[in-house]
């Protein structure tokens, strides 16, 4: 089992920027590739950024591409979405989600993903 827990969400004007933290705890963080997804009212999830296990891939939705930054520190257990020139379409509830993938690479589906969090309110006014 996997226990993951977001904070960092909250209110923010646009052109702001928040930083999410993600802690992860119960197994080897480092097996893991992790994701971020976000879901809107009335919306489907969708995957906002990816990353493998060693940090060394990532992936974005377009949308977030020159905005969006993921990371992770293995050594924290953590995994991080840096989120800059945020926009009032960036408001959902972002989650993370841990993959125990069989080699390091990123992964877009979010089937893959056996293990997320509760999820954290991120809310862009204009």
């Known amino acids: 089992q996997v226990q993951l827990v977001e904070s960092g969400g909250g209110l923010v004007q646009a052109g702001g920027s928040l930083r999410l933290s993600c802690a992860a705890s119960g197994r080897p963080f480092s097996s893991f590739a992790m994701g971020w997804f976000r879901q809107a009212p009335g919306q489907e999830r969708d995957l906002v950024a990816a990353i493998s296990w060693s940090g060394g891939s990532t992936y974005y939705v377009d949308s977030v591409k020159g905005r969006f930054t993921i990371s992770r520190d293995n050594a924290k257990n953590t995994v991080y979405l840096q989120m800059n020139r945020l926009k009032p379409e960036d408001t959902a509830v972002y989650s993370c989600?841990?993959?125990?993938?069989?080699?390091?690479?990123?992964?877009?589906?979010?089937?893959?993903?056996?293990?997320w969090g509760q999820g954290t309110q991120v809310t862009v006014s204009s």
């Open positions: 989600a841990a993959n125990p993938a069989r080699r390091d690479d990123y992964y877009l589906v979010q089937y893959d993903y056996n293990y």
